[in-house]
């Protein structure tokens, strides 16, 4: 069965230092693979998406990821933090022949201390 | 593109009213909608799935005659919460997928509609 795991719940980091954000996914084909943010109050906003392309993605905000199959990892990072970066992470997969039902992580609430 | 709006973003109702929440694909024509409720803290959970002119499929333990929806055109969707109780306060989200075979595994979601039931 398809999963996503999001390896912590919350991590707190410094403004201006790296961000890191961990996925781990199982699945037994290559799947398309997303991260949304969502700050307090407020719907998702699409960060960046894998669709099989390039392996390392950009997107917006400074933000990437990279796919790793042999990892089954898709981790979020981001070289420098902001104050406006803290909200809640979700990696998050579509559901392979579920009528386009999407698969959540748990979430990763980022926290920036200045 | 791809903007998807609810209204209202927040209600406040008396127990045992009815609340209806709207979700619009704004530029887009949204072949299916999904409804999603969140906890506090937690990930957001599907609710149902609605495609345009048909029924919609909800989730194990959602009761279908207490969370109405209806899908009656390609840039609308309502979810109506019938007979509210405090235990139905959450935050509920909506979103949307396209025609467009590109995007076909994105899902573009809307602000999130606050629900409090006194």
């Known amino acids: 069965a398809q999963s996503v795991t999001q390896l912590d719940s919350h991590v707190s980091v410094s403004e201006g230092t790296p961000v890191l954000l961990r996925c781990n996914y199982s699945?037994?084909?290559?799947?398309?693979l997303f991260w949304y943010v969502q700050h307090p109050n407020k719907g998702l906003q699409l960060l960046l998406k894998?669709?099989?392309?390039?392996?390392l993605v950009k997107g917006i905000n400074g933000f990437e990821a990279e796919f790793k199959k042999s990892e089954t990892s898709f981790h979020l990072t981001k070289p420098s933090a902001h104050m406006s970066d803290a909200a809640e992470y979700f990696c998050?997969?579509?559901?392979?022949?579920?009528?386009?039902?999407?698969?959540f992580g748990q979430g990763t609430e980022l926290s920036v201390k200045p | 593109g791809a903007v998807v709006s609810q209204h209202p973003s927040w209600v406040i109702c008396k127990s045992g009213t009815s609340v209806k929440i709207e979700c619009r694909s704004l530029?887009?024509?949204?072949?299916?909608m999904f409804w999603y409720r969140q906890f506090p803290k937690q990930s957001l959970m599907l609710m149902a799935t609605?495609?345009?002119?048909?029924?919609?499929?909800?989730e194990q333990g959602v009761e279908k005659d207490k969370f109405l929806i209806n899908h009656a055109s390609l840039t609308l969707s309502t979810l109506t919460v019938t007979s509210a109780h405090p235990e139905d306060s959450s935050f509920y989200i909506c979103?949307?997928?396209?025609?467009?075979?590109?995007?076909?595994?994105?899902?573009?979601f809307g602000p999130g509609t606050r629900l409090t039931v006194l």
């Open positions: 609605s495609n345009e002119g048909s029924k919609a499929t909800y």
């Open positions: 699945s037994s084909y290559s799947p398309s």
């Open positions: 894998y669709t099989s392309a390039a392996t």
């Open positions: 998050v997969a579509p559901g392979y022949n579920q009528g386009g039902k999407l698969i």
């Open positions: 530029d887009f024509q949204a072949t299916t």
């Open positions: 979103s949307a997928r396209g025609r467009s075979t590109r995007s076909y595994n994105e899902q573009f």
